[in-house]
Structures are given as structure tokens and as C-alpha cells.
């Protein structure tokens, strides 16, 4: 009995002092105009907008806002940032959206765009896969050891599940054609495909990333709005240095997939793309340079080319330097 007084009294104390920091707190100046940049409504262009926004002037948080490579993404109002990527038939192209309230601050970089078609191969010889140890790594990661729960969304364009699966394991089982069929010992983490989820990614039609739900969900996605060149999206959401979730959707509307069997010309391989993709999920970045051609992690993909559904040394080193081994 009289510890559980003295309990609540130190929590009438505590209550108290906390409605004492709400009093000080409502003497802050009011918000300031906002800058012509921050209209109401609509999506806003990261291109006429400082590199650093401070929420003061403008809380982006629940607000589209799209890159100057056209990537488009909700900026988190949770707390988590984020960053998008996508595969494109003409390169990739990556927005890290990082929000700060604490510092009362949100930082939008975006990195690579469109590369021209027919751009001339082998400016720089490229380096074997094998032998190729580069690698560049996401602001964050899984914690060490987990198991990375996904579901499965099937859309309604009839593909298989098959190329989610082998993607997300390739990554994990550090799947590679360099020796032994796969690299040893794989990075400490796992997956696990949890079933069929209710909701698709959350990544609209254009192929942006969306508000988050708390699913790690992967799957065809019908994106009628994405520019036509997009393959496929995935977003990842953090918080400080972990990822708490993680979506893939590639593109289930007018792109021919190589799902098995020979490649008609002019698809793509579904492992290809699914295995690069599931590199972001689990925190690898694009390596760029034509010399880095062979990883799965170059961002780029060329159509009936199923190579980067296994590893190259780089990707794999990427994977050891952020989860270690098992
Ligand atoms: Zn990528």
C-alpha cells in the first residue's frame, strides 16, 4: 500500500512538471510567413526548395515532394526518414528524404537521373563481378540478426511470386556464380516470407513512395502514373541508423517480364531486378560507373540480362560490412 502511494505521488510530480513544460512551451513566437515555394496542397518540387528546409518555415512532413530526378516520395510524418529508388530501363534513380524534428530540420537529396539511351559502353573497361570488391551502403540497416518479415502482394496481372522469393534470398543467402555458388559465411540476417499481404506497397501509381503501414510488403504493382521507363520502386523508411520497413513493388503494367523460360527480346528479369532491389531493402546503394557494370547493386539493367541475380564481390562485402557474418 504505501509504496504504491508513493508511486502515484511521484507521478502526480512528474505530471506536474510536465504541464509546466507545456506553459513555457506556449510562449514560442508565432510561425512565421511561409516561403512562395511552400504552397498548400498538391506535390512540391524539390527544385525550388533549399536543400535544407526547416520545418519552421515549412512542415513538409505528410507532404509529396518530388526530386529533380522526378522521384517522388511523402515525406514521414512518424518520425522515420526515408529513401526511395528506382530501377529504371534508362538507369535509376535514388531521393533521401531525412527528417530531423529535434534539430527542427528536413534534408532533401536526390542522386542520378536518366542516362541516355545507347550511351557508349566501356568508357572504363568493366571489372570482373568477382574481383569487383566496391560497394556503397544506406544510412541505415536491419539490426544484426533479424529476420525480415515480407509479405507477398500478386496485383492482378497473373505473375508469380517466384522472382520475390529468389530475389530477397539471393540477397540474404549471398547467392553468387563466383566459386562455390555462394558466398561464405552469409551476412547475419535472415527473411521470411510471412503470405499474401492485404494492401499492396505502399508506393502509389507513380510509382512514389507513399505513407508507410507497417508491412514489409513486396510484389507486382500496377503503376499506371510512372514515368514508362520505370521498372520497379522501393522505398525504405528509418529511424536513426535502423530500417523499420522496407517496400518493392515492380512495375505490373506494360513492361514485358522475364519470369522463366527463354527471354522474349525486350524483357526483363523479374530475379534480376527483384535481387537488386532486395540489395536496397537490406541497405546496399547503387555503385556507379561503367567499370562496376557487373554488380548487382550498378544501377542499371540491360533487357534478358539475369546476371545481377547473383552476386559480385562488392555486393556481397556490402552485405558482410553491414551485417557481419553467421
Ligand atoms: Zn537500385
Not at 514521414?76 to 534513380?93: C, F, K, N, Q
Not at 537529396?109 to 559502353?121: E, I
Not at 496481372?157 to 517466384?162: E, N, S, V
Not at 559465411?185 to 503501414?213: K, M, Q
Amino acid at each position: 500500500m504505501a509504496l504504491a502511494a508513493a508511486t502515484a505521488l511521484a507521478g502526480t510530480a512528474l505530471a506536474s512538471t510536465g504541464s509546466g513544460g507545456s506553459a513555457t512551451a506556449g510562449t514560442a513566437p508565432p510561425p512565421r510567413r511561409p516561403p512562395a515555394w511552400c504552397k498548400p496542397g498538391g506535390t512540391l518540387s524539390a527544385r525550388t526548395m533549399p536543400q535544407r528546409v526547416r520545418i519552421a518555415d515549412c512542415d513538409l512532413r505528410g507532404r509529396m515532394v518530388r526530386g529533380a530526378n522526378g522521384l517522388a516520395a511523402v515525406v514521414p510524418s512518424d518520425g522515420t526518414s526515408l529513401v526511395a529508388h528506382e530501377m529504371r530501363t534508362d538507369g535509376a534513380a535514388e531521393l533521401r528524404i531525412r527528417v530531423n524534428a529535434r534539430a527542427g530540420e528536413i534534408t532533401i537529396g536526390t542522386l542520378g537521373g536518366r542516362v541516355p539511351q545507347g550511351r557508349p559502353r566501356g568508357v572504363r573497361a568493366p571489372v570482373a563481378a568477382c574481383g569487383d570488391g566496391v560497394h556503397r551502403l544506406e544510412p541505415s540497416r536491419w539490426p544484426r540478426g533479424t529476420t525480415v518479415q515480407w509479405r507477398y502482394y500478386a496485383g492482378t496481372a497473373g505473375l508469380p511470386m517466384g522472382p520475390f522469393a529468389k530475389g530477397i534470398a539471393n540477397m540474404v543467402g549471398a547467392r553468387t556464380d563466383c566459386g562455390a555458388g555462394r558466398f561464405t559465411p552469409p551476412p547475419d540476417v535472415r527473411e521470411h516470407g510471412a503470405g499474401r499481404a492485404a494492401h499492396a506497397p505502399d508506393i502509389t501509381a507513380a510509382a512514389a513512395c507513399g505513407a508507410r503501414d507497417g508491412v514489409n510488403t513486396f510484389g507486382w504493382h500496377a503503376m499506371p502514373g510512372a514515368a514508362r521507363q520505370v521498372l520497379a520502386a522501393t522505398c525504405t523508411w528509418f529511424r536513426g541508423p535502423t530500417t523499420v520497413e522496407s517496400d518493392m513493388a515492380l512495375q505490373a503494367q506494360g513492361k514485358r517480364w522475364w519470369t522463366g523460360g527463354a527471354c522474349t527480346a525486350g524483357s526483363y528479369s523479374a530475379e534480376a531486378v527483384a535481387t537488386h532491389e532486395a540489395g536496397h531493402v537490406l541497405g546496399l546503394a547503387h555503385v556507379e560507373g561503367t567499370e562496376h557494370q557487373n554488380l548487382t547493386m550498378a544501377p542499371s539493367i540491360a533487357s534478358c540480362d539475369d546476371d545481377p541475380a547473383t552476386l559480385g564481390k562488392g555486393d556481397y562485402d556490402g552485405l558482410i560490412s553491414l551485417y557481419g557474418g553467421r
